[in-house]
């Protein structure tokens, strides 16, 4: 009876005609107004063991040059907290998920949990309910892996209190470092490559039929491009992958090593998918992969993101949709024209630039100029005007004189970026930046990149500024408990990588809603206002 209400499964054959797989039963809270937040479970309290045998570890799987980082504690997310179907399997493990590394994982772990539910387990929020602990972890960068790391720990010792635990590592820690993964922590008991996502349920099982420190990998081209998946985000919003791995070989970067070149997903499978999302409720539709202006490349036909924009903007329900991580290299002026005459495409994309220097993007093996930078930049601007650009930066690539680096610091003054990280250098094993001549000190690379966020704080005050007074459209995601304030999103904000706009309202606000907010402050990253009315 708890299940009559609940929602279905997206499967390939959605949108074709006919459908193979019976309704999936997820649990997704009624529409109402968000009270407080959900509270993740506590640390355990083995955290100064934790943290020494962190650094520890971190000596094992870093790189020679490690980069100093501070640690963002990523807990268990409750939006995993669902019950099974209604099949029973042999043997029913509560199951909790930890979520790390970017929105591409988020999806492998929504498929992740989708198989599991299947084979019937449940799962929980709570990490100290659980038979099963599933860390899903990232590997791209120094910091990635600390964090990777510190979680795997966190879980493990869950064990002093539930011997029985069970501890799995999957994503792409677990497919970078494979058996070493085990060998430096014995207490994990299984370790899963991307490859053999598909086979979770059959790990989880066997572990509980006694087997022992088990590791399941494969072939990169055989990572899933897609398949039937929960909703992990909240109900309004989520990502859509359309394809995995990379072709652009830049010399600082893992992923080729760890996801392999670019297979992008077909082109009707993703709309089907996109689809069943607008069904369930999605309303803004983020499209992500490594690089989401080369969908299509690896058929022989480049461009085809254009073609894929025209036949997501046609579907009801969808009223946003947001590329992420576009390459300047492939910002056509096709692109721009599918952008404009899309009119759910948002005008917002991520350009992850990493430097202005012609030296240095020769050396990172981008395929990019200064002036070509700067062409792209201003076309964007002139063809789409209200558009939002973020970037990324590096600082402290092997090499960068401090004249390469001033000429960072100028072109982020010109250009002026609506969102902008920098980060310092993180060396890479197996890359060809980190056996280059010419790395440079830790301090020097921290400072650096500290730098060039002190310039963008300016530019953020600036441009943050500006907008009180206007009157914005904003999407509801939920309220903060402690300052009562609901938390909503303008087309300018993808969710968890940029700010809010916290308002106050007297009525109630409901997620997954649009409302018009007058902006009557701000601060460096959020904008505060009133719904008018």
């Given at each position: 009876?708890?299940?009559?209400?609940?929602?279905?499964?997206?499967?390939?054959?959605?949108?074709?005609?006919?459908?193979?797989?019976?309704?999936?039963?997820?649990?997704?809270?009624e529409?109402?107004?968000?009270?407080?937040?959900?509270?993740?479970?506590?640390?355990?309290?083995?955290?100064?063991?934790l943290?020494?045998?962190?650094?520890?570890?971190?000596?094992?799987?870093?790189?020679?040059?490690q980069?100093?980082?501070?640690?963002?504690?990523?807990?268990?997310?409750?939006?995993?907290?669902?019950?099974?179907?209604?099949?029973?399997?042999?043997?029913?493990?509560?199951?909790?998920?930890?979520?790390?590394?970017?929105p591409?994982?988020?999806?492998?772990?929504?498929?992740?949990?989708?198989?599991?539910?299947?084979?019937?387990?449940?799962?929980?929020a709570?990490?100290?309910?659980?038979?099963?602990?599933?860390?899903?972890?990232?590997?791209?960068?120094?910091?990635?892996?600390?964090?990777?790391?510190?979680?795997?720990?966190?879980?493990?010792?869950?064990?002093?209190?539930?011997?029985?635990?069970?501890v799995?590592?999957?994503?792409?820690?677990?497919?970078?470092?494979?058996?070493?993964?085990?060998?430096?922590?014995?207490?994990?008991?299984?370790?899963?490559?991307?490859?053999?996502?598909?086979?979770?349920?059959?790990?989880?099982?066997?572990?509980?039929?006694?087997?022992?420190?088990?590791e399941?990998?494969?072939?990169?081209?055989?990572?899933?491009?897609?398949?039937?998946?929960?909703?992990?985000?909240?109900?309004?919003?989520?990502?859509?992958?359309?394809?995995?791995?990379?072709?652009?070989?830049?010399?600082?970067?893992?992923?080729?090593?760890i996801?392999?070149?670019?297979?992008?997903r077909?082109?009707?499978?993703?709309?089907?998918?996109?689809?069943?999302?607008?069904g369930?409720?999605v309303k803004?539709?983020?499209?992500v992969?490594?690089?989401?202006?080369?969908?299509?490349?690896?058929?022989?036909?480049?461009?085809?993101?254009?073609?894929?924009?025209?036949?997501l903007?046609?579907?009801?329900?969808?009223?946003?949709?947001?590329?992420?991580y576009?390459?300047?290299?492939?910002?056509?002026?096709?692109?721009?024209?599918?952008?404009?005459?899309?009119?759910k495409?948002?005008?917002?994309?991520?350009?992850?630039?990493?430097?202005?220097?012609?030296?240095?993007?020769?050396?990172?093996?981008?395929?990019?100029?200064?002036?070509?930078l700067?062409?792209?930049?201003?076309?964007?601007?002139?063809?789409?005007?209200?558009?939002?650009?973020?970037?990324?930066?590096?600082?402290?690539?092997?090499?960068?004189?401090?004249?390469?680096?001033?000429?960072?610091?100028?072109?982020?003054?010109?250009?002026?970026?609506?969102?902008?990280?920098c980060?310092a250098?993180?060396?890479?094993?197996?890359?060809?930046?980190?056996?280059?001549?010419?790395?440079?000190?830790?301090?020097?690379?921290?400072?650096?990149?500290?730098?060039?966020?002190?310039?963008?704080?300016?530019?953020?005050?600036?441009?943050?500024?500006?907008?009180?007074?206007?009157?914005?459209?904003?999407?509801c995601?939920?309220?903060?408990?402690?300052?009562?304030?609901?938390?909503?999103?303008?087309a300018?904000?993808?969710?968890?990588?940029?700010?809010?706009?916290?308002?106050?309202?007297?009525?109630?606000?409901?997620?997954?809603?649009?409302?018009d907010?007058?902006?009557?402050?701000?601060?460096?990253?959020?904008?505060?206002?009133?719904?008018?009315?």
């Amino acid at each position: 009876a708890a299940l009559n209400s609940l929602r279905g499964e997206w499967s390939p054959e959605v949108g074709r005609g006919e459908s193979k797989h019976p309704s999936l039963p997820l649990a997704r809270a009624e529409r109402k107004p968000l009270n407080q937040k959900k509270k993740h479970p506590p640390r355990h309290q083995r955290a100064n063991l934790l943290k020494e045998k962190t650094a520890l570890l971190q000596q094992r799987f870093a790189p020679r040059h490690q980069r100093a980082s501070q640690l963002k504690n990523n807990p268990t997310s409750s939006r995993y907290n669902r019950p099974s179907r209604e099949k029973e399997s042999i043997i029913r493990m509560k199951i909790a998920c930890i979520s790390l590394g970017c929105p591409k994982n988020q999806v492998d772990l929504d498929v992740m949990v989708h198989i599991l539910l299947s084979a019937g387990h449940e799962t929980v929020a709570d990490l100290g309910e659980a038979d099963v602990i599933l860390v899903n972890t990232c590997g791209f960068i120094e910091s990635a892996k600390t964090e990777a790391i510190e979680n795997i720990l966190e879980a493990c010792s869950y064990k002093q209190v539930n011997p029985n635990l069970k501890v799995v590592v999957t994503g792409c820690l677990a497919e970078r470092y494979r058996s070493q993964i085990e060998e430096e922590i014995p207490e994990v008991d299984a370790v899963v490559g991307c490859a053999s996502n598909k086979a979770i349920d059959s790990i989880v099982a066997r572990l509980f039929n006694g087997e022992e420190h088990l590791e399941s990998y494969g072939l990169k081209k055989d990572f899933p491009l897609g398949g039937k998946r929960v909703i992990g985000t909240p109900a309004h919003y989520a990502y859509l992958k359309i394809a995995e791995g990379c072709n652009n070989r830049c010399h600082y970067c893992a992923i080729p090593g760890i996801r392999g070149p670019l297979r992008s997903r077909e082109m009707a499978d993703c709309v089907a998918e996109a689809r069943w999302l607008a069904g369930e409720g999605v309303k803004e539709l983020i499209i992500v992969a490594q690089d989401p202006t080369a969908y299509g490349e690896d058929w022989g036909k480049p461009g085809s993101i254009c073609e894929l924009l025209d036949k997501l903007n046609r579907i009801d329900g969808i009223q946003w949709i947001r590329i992420m991580y576009a390459y300047p290299e492939r910002i056509t002026d096709e692109f721009i024209a599918a952008m404009k005459r899309n009119e759910k495409v948002l005008p917002y994309l991520d350009l992850p630039i990493q430097h202005c220097n012609d030296t240095i993007l020769k050396n990172m093996n981008r395929r990019s100029t200064r002036a070509e930078l700067l062409e792209v930049i201003g076309k964007l601007r002139r063809e789409i005007p209200d558009i939002t650009l973020r970037t990324t930066l590096i600082a402290g690539f092997p090499g960068e004189t401090e004249e390469q680096f001033e000429d960072l610091c100028s072109f982020v003054k010109e250009v002026q970026f609506d969102r902008l990280g920098c980060f310092a250098y993180s060396a890479e094993e197996n890359t060809v930046a980190a056996k280059m001549d010419g790395q440079i000190e830790q301090e020097v690379k921290d400072r650096r990149a500290e730098l060039v966020m002190q310039i963008q704080t300016g530019i953020m005050a600036q441009k943050q500024a500006a907008k009180v007074g206007q009157t914005v459209r904003v999407l509801c995601d939920g309220v903060d408990d402690e300052s009562g304030l609901y938390l909503c999103r303008t087309a300018a904000d993808a969710p968890e990588v940029d700010g809010n706009v916290c308002v106050s309202s007297e009525e109630p606000l409901y997620p997954g809603e649009f409302y018009d907010v007058l902006v009557e402050d701000s601060d460096l990253y959020d904008l505060y206002g009133t719904v008018v009315k």
